[in-house]
Nanobody, 126 residues
Framework: VQLQASGGGLVQAGGSLRLSCAGS????????MGWFRQAPGKEREFVAA??????????YYATSVKGRFAIARDGAKNTVYLQMNSLEPEDTAVYYC??????????????????WGQGTLVTVSS
């Protein structure tokens, strides 16, 4: 499995960006996909995840981004997106997409994810 993250860039506070994570080597269907971010000097933290249980898709968000970010999956394109609105300087970080072959209730931990993308930098200016 290979993950390619893209879509990062420089944006002013209040602006929007959409990150993409294209997967290859496996068809993403019922597994767990997540977005994490890491700011300079800080640990990698959970942002959002999407998984499927019994054909029903579930989405999860960190409290800090709930209501501003949205995660979605396009199965036909084997791609997961992170739409980020109302960006704040505190959102500045390298964003990583991650893939787990099995759904996990620990979706907000790095532990379940076996594969990671290379990261894409998001910089939000004030």
């Amino acid at each position: 499995v290979q993950l390619q993250a893209s879509g990062g860039g420089l944006v002013q506070a209040g602006g929007s960006l959409r990150l993409s994570c294209a997967g290859s080597g496996r068809t993403f269907s019922s597994e767990l996909m997540g977005w994490f971010r890491q700011a300079p000097g800080k640990e990698r933290e959970f942002v959002a995840a999407i998984g499927k249980i019994d054909m029903i898709a579930y989405t999860y968000y960190a409290t800090s981004v709930k209501g501003r970010f949205a995660i979605a999956r396009d199965g036909a394109k084997n791609t997961v997106y992170l739409q980020m609105n109302s960006l704040e300087p505190e959102d500045t970080a390298v964003y990583y997409c991650a893939y787990s072959q099995d759904y996990s209730s620990s979706y907000d931990s790095v532990r379940p994810y076996e594969y990671w993308g290379q990261g894409t930098l998001v910089t939000v200016s004030s």
